[in-house]
């Protein structure tokens, strides 16, 4: 498991933070505020494991191959948006051939970069 810190959904609070240096309320802003990135497209990955191996491994794989992956049956996915780390999820099934994710849990990073 992961040393990053992390905030569970259920404790989020939807109020947005106070201005910096102001003891001011919290900022209350509207969906028409953001309207402006809402067609800015993102990628989001679900990440079920990751893997290591030799080129000379990688070629031997064919059809039907197995890649032993670095996670363990039933632990939590790691959901990225533009390459960083987001959430983690479970994968669920949306219909009869279709798999989706649903978040279980916010990743608090540092945004300070």
């Known amino acids: ?14 109020s947005l933070p106070t201005p910096a240096g102001t003891g001011d309320p919290p900022i209350q802003r509207s969906a028409r505020d953001l309207e402006a990135v ?3 497209p ?25 890649v032993e992956l670095d ?14 780390l987001v959430a983690r999820g479970e994968v669920v099934m949306v219909d009869d051939d279709r798999l989706g994710v649903t978040m279980t849990e916010i990743v608090k990073g540092d945004r300070g970069v």
């Open 42 to 66: 993102v990628q989001v990955s679900a990440v079920l494991g990751k893997s290591v191996m030799q080129v000379s491994q990688l070629l031997k794989l064919g059809r039907g191959a197995v």
């Open 1 to 14: 498991m992961s040393n990053e810190p992390s905030i569970e959904l259920k404790d989020l609070d939807p």
């Open 38 to 40: 809402y067609d800015i």
């Open 71 to 84: 996670r363990k049956l039933g632990e939590a996915i790691d959901i990225y948006v533009n390459n960083r």
